[in-house]
């Protein structure tokens, strides 16, 4: 009777607005839970490990947000390992049996507890119970399992492109969803602590244009020897159906892996599909270009292994010191082609890779100082989201427009020309500014030397550092230290790192007010090009994380250079190109920004009127953005991680343009131009020069033409946000929750999740800009939400009986036959469906010989996921990281 009973809840589960009878069941259920809620909500979740007895607190039904969104939350059940290198999955019916559409993946959880996650799609999971080993025979489904995420060490949400999300539900073949995690260390369980690590899928009922797939290369038979220095594992196909769009790839191995490469083989030319060390937060990258893989292509991937400190042979396997090489490609495809999961298994011949591009086989360090990042980046993983500490307001409402603060600053500033901006580590505007010097036609001959040394120092105090808010000058330094300064930035220590093109060096400066030089790079008044000169250098950038220094150089040279912190010459480049055809130098490289989420360098090419981004341990070139709007001049470039990454740019004059002088907000995504401001009177931009954005989103220009400082703050605007024919709209978060199996544990409370995690679903160019949702608060704030939902869970049911009453009344009165009004269930429509099959791997790996069977009878292979955006053209209407509206054609 008990097994009777479990089943019966398992198989009668309610289905999204499916009657009026579940109307109501939805109301009680609402009920139960907003009293459920309360007393749950007080401690952050990822404040400390989670006992035994408080998982099923963290996992909650599926919440609808309105007619077409919903999100739903996958977690363990509260588990506790007993062995090193255990797989555990969770089984999880699709709450709906229409067709339904993955478009965010949020993870929850830690690398110091689990080793990877992967989510499958099957129509018939091994097991419904609470969890199961699945590292064994017994595997994940029944049938054939697709891969729709995959996550590792502490890697960031994902989101997918603007009309693509992997499909689920009728007609997908995937009816369950199979959470399967590997806990590698069992030690991390000492304290006794249950886990319930998992996901939050953020879904839509809205058809998606383009289906999301993954691709994935994976080799099984290589052996990596003890102390051998490099062993390549290869693997390549040829592609034989519809074609695939690449957008975004992933590269996995264990501890002895050093980079993976990922190429698409068109009529023997190698293209670049992406490259990554699988050391760092394994994510889902942008591709390096835009481009498709059709019938006749090859995939093909490199593995770089070294087996240095190894006394035995590693093989390819699923615990910790076995080894895998895994090359991700997901990609979208037409919606009547799509295939949601391809693998391809085959070594390649040595004859193909003889002509592997010389870049596969180049590592990409780890410093100690990412890895530490990435532990530090734990706890965030757990609660779910990546905190972004900086607002996020202008990237994510359209409506926000920058305008100018034209009372800021309250006093005057006595400044010179305003040739650099910087913020501090407390947070105040730093400026720099040439007092009572100018640069002019008479500073410099024709081999740059300066030519006004007589002038002397500049006297007046250099820097400045003001408070944001009211413009008042907090600190003054730098007098009789600079002769004609340039760029300026903070460390994490609040030193000040500048440049000055009159000396040619980069100087290191202390903010102790003692005005001490830390630190010089270059010579003094000697103009150069070797790794110990420079030639007006213009701009700094400082990895905050390895204390690396970029700088760029310059006016006479056309490269960047990179030093360690304590001024080791470390490498250089020069201007980049995905076509070596199309290769264009700097001409004046003038502004750096250090994009520390993702480890990027961006350029402002300010005579080529373009902004390129590099990856900062290598300089590999990642991007280009380039706008006629820019007027054929860059002069400087910010950045904030805000949404999806917000560049800021101000222009500057061109003899061959009219084009007016302004400030620009750039999606570094896609590279949509969000907004542009200038000052009230558009007169007051002379020669803007550099800008910085403060903490609180607003954004400070510095102006060496007027010698101006100008404030720009957000502010709401009324002006259409149509964008390419598709209406943007706000919709309101309405709450409904829909009934979900979670089988009972022993010592386990039955209560449900505290609300839900405050997250917006923010994918690029997204067109539903969805509110966020407050979590339910405790005390009498939760008495007074609990009426509130009451009432208004309530309220539909006494309509409908309001109109019943009324019917009858009407019917009696006249005696007439009157059209019935239609039932919710009319209103709202019935959701059927059956399931279809999928894509079968095979056991490849517990047949395959000499090859560890745990957790890979249903394809156990590790992931992550996280966005870093890539680019090949320099053709800037092209946006990056959206699908088209029509799949671009074949190309050679």
Known sequence: ??????????????????????????????????????????????????????????????????????????????????????????????????????????????????????????????????????????????????????????????????????????????????????????????????????????????????????????????????????????????????????????????????????????????????????????????????????????????????????????????????????????????????????????????????????????????????????????????????????????????????????????????????????????SNLVIFHRGDHHWDVDSFDSRARFQQKSLGLIQQSAILVVDPAKGRILKASGRNMFYLPHGITADRDNNYWVTDVALHQVLKVSSDGRDRILLALGEAFTP?????????????????????????????????????????????????????????????????????DRREVCVADRENGRIQCFIADTGEFVKEIKKEEFGGKVFAISYSPAGDGLIYAVNGDSPYRSTPLRGFVINYTTREILDTFSPKRKQDFKMPHDLVEGRDGSVFVGDAGSEEVFKFTAEKSHRSVKKAGIQVQELEEVEAFIQTRLKPQKNTSHVAAAGPEKQRVDRPSLPVVQEEKKTVKSGKENGVMAAVIITLLLLPLLLVVFIGVFVCWRRNKYREQKAEPRSVAGILGKIKGKAVGGLNLGNFFASHRGYTRQGFDQLSTEGSDQERNMEDSSDSDNEEYSAPPLPPQPSS
């Open 1 to 426: 009777m008990k097994r009777f009973i479990e089943d019966s809840y398992v198989t009668q589960q309610p289905r999204i607005l499916s009657s009026s009878g579940m109307m109501e069941a939805s109301i009680f259920c609402g009920l139960l839970m907003a009293f459920a809620l309360q007393g749950h909500c007080t401690e952050s979740p990822s404040s400390r490990r989670l006992q035994e007895g408080e998982c099923a607190t963290r996992t909650r039904p599926p919440l609808l947000f309105n007619s077409h969104n919903f999100s739903m939350d996958l977690r363990m059940p509260g588990v506790s390992p007993s062995s090193s290198d255990t797989y555990l999955c969770m089984a999880f019916p699709v709450p709906t049996d229409r067709d339904s559409y993955i478009v965010d993946f949020i993870p929850h959880a830690s690398m110091s507890t689990v080793h990877h996650m992967i989510l499958f799609g099957c129509q018939s999971p091994t097991s419904t119970s609470s969890s199961w080993d699945c590292g064994g025979a017994q595997g994940t489904c029944k049938d054939d399992p697709s891969i729709m995420y995959a996550w590792a060490r502490n890697a960031p949400p994902t989101k997918l492109p603007k009309d693509v999300g992997f499909r689920v539900g009728k007609n997908s073949g995937m009816s369950y969803f199979v959470l399967q995690i590997h806990y590698g260390d069992v030690s991390a369980f000492r304290d006794h602590h249950r886990d319930c690590s998992g996901l939050t899928l953020k879904m839509t009922l809205k058809p998606q244009p383009f289906i999301a797939g993954i691709y994935l290369l994976i080799s099984v038979d290589t052996v990596i020897l003890p102390g051998k220095t490099v062993t390549n594992a290869d693997v390549a196909c040829e592609y034989a159906s519809y074609p695939i769009y690449p957008f975004a790839f992933r590269t996995h191995t264990h501890r002895l892996g050093k980079v993976v490469s990922g190429y698409r083989i068109r009529n023997g030319k190698w293209t670049l599909i992406g490259r990554q060390s699988p050391q760092l937060p394994q994510a889902f990258y942008p591709v390096n270009t835009e481009l498709s893989v059709q019938y006749g292509d090859t995939v093909a991937a490199r593995c770089v292994f070294t087996g240095e400190g190894r006394t035995t042979e590693t093989i390819i396997g699923g615990t910790s010191d076995d080894e895998m090489c895994n090359f991700y490609m997901m990609y979208y495809m037409e919606s009547k082609h799509a295939v949601p999961f391809m693998s391809c298994m085959d070594s390649g011949s040595k004859e193909l890779f003889r002509h592997i591009p010389a870049e596969a086989n180049v590592p990409i360090p780890v410093s100690p100082g990412q890895m530490n990042s990435m532990m530090h980046m734990g706890h965030a993983a757990d609660d779910g989201v990546m905190l972004d500490k900086r607002r996020g307001g202008q990237a994510a409402d359209p409506d926000y427009h920058l305008e100018q603060v034209t009372d800021w600053p309250e006093g005057n500033l006595q400044l010179g020309q305003v040739s650099g901006l910087a913020l501090d580590s407390d």
């Open 528 to 596: 150069g090009s070797d790794s110990s000169h420079f030639c007006q250098p213009t701009d700094v950038a400082i990895d905050p994380h390895t204390g690396n220094v970029f700088v760029s150089d310059g006016y006479c040279n056309a490269r960047i250079l990179k030093f360690s912190a304590d001024g080791k010459y470390l490498s250089q480049w020069g201007a980049g190109s995905l076509d070596r055809r199309q290769r264009a130098r700097f001409q004046i490289p003038h502004s750096l920004a250090f994009l520390s």
